[in-house]
């Protein structure tokens, strides 16, 4: 397990861009495949993306193709969401979630047994 800290969400305007982030302790990071999920009220967590330990090998899911990016810096233990383009339909609670099976890329959070307490993001049209 590993320690998980978002920050970065806020309340913006349709078309407006933030950047998401997720500050990570404990294992070495490195050593985790890493992902974020949203939930939005009424609604079962969604997954997002998901990026390898190493970084070499990203998934998107298809709703956010495009607008989102997620990277990581293992030397900051921090992975991070990059939304453009965003839209009242983005609003949720944006989860990172981790799990120690770096090279496993995982789309159901029933794979990953570290998360964070989430960041708010309120996309207002």
């Known amino acids: 397990q590993v320690q998980l800290v978002e920050s970065g969400g806020g309340l913006v305007q349709a078309g407006d861009s933030l950047r998401l982030s997720c500050a990570a302790s404990?294992?070495?990071?490195?050593?985790?495949?890493m992902g974020w999920f949203r939930q939005a009220p009424g609604k079962e967590r969604e997954f997002v993306a998901t990026?390898?330990?190493?970084?070499?090998?990203?998934y998107y899911a298809d709703s956010v193709k495009g607008r989102f990016t997620i990277s990581r810096d293992n030397a900051k233990n921090t992975v991070y969401l990059q939304i453009h383009s965003l839209k009242p339909e983005d609003t949720a609670a944006y989860y990172c979630?981790?799990?120690?099976?770096?090279?496993?890329?995982?789309?159901?959070?029933?794979?990953?047994?570290?998360w964070g307490q989430g960041t708010q993001v309120t996309v207002s049209s």
């Open positions: 979630a981790g799990h120690g099976r770096q090279n496993l890329i995982a789309t159901d959070r029933s794979r990953y047994d570290s």
């Open positions: 404990g294992r070495t990071f490195s050593s985790y495949a």
């Open positions: 990026i390898s330990g190493s970084g070499a090998v990203i």
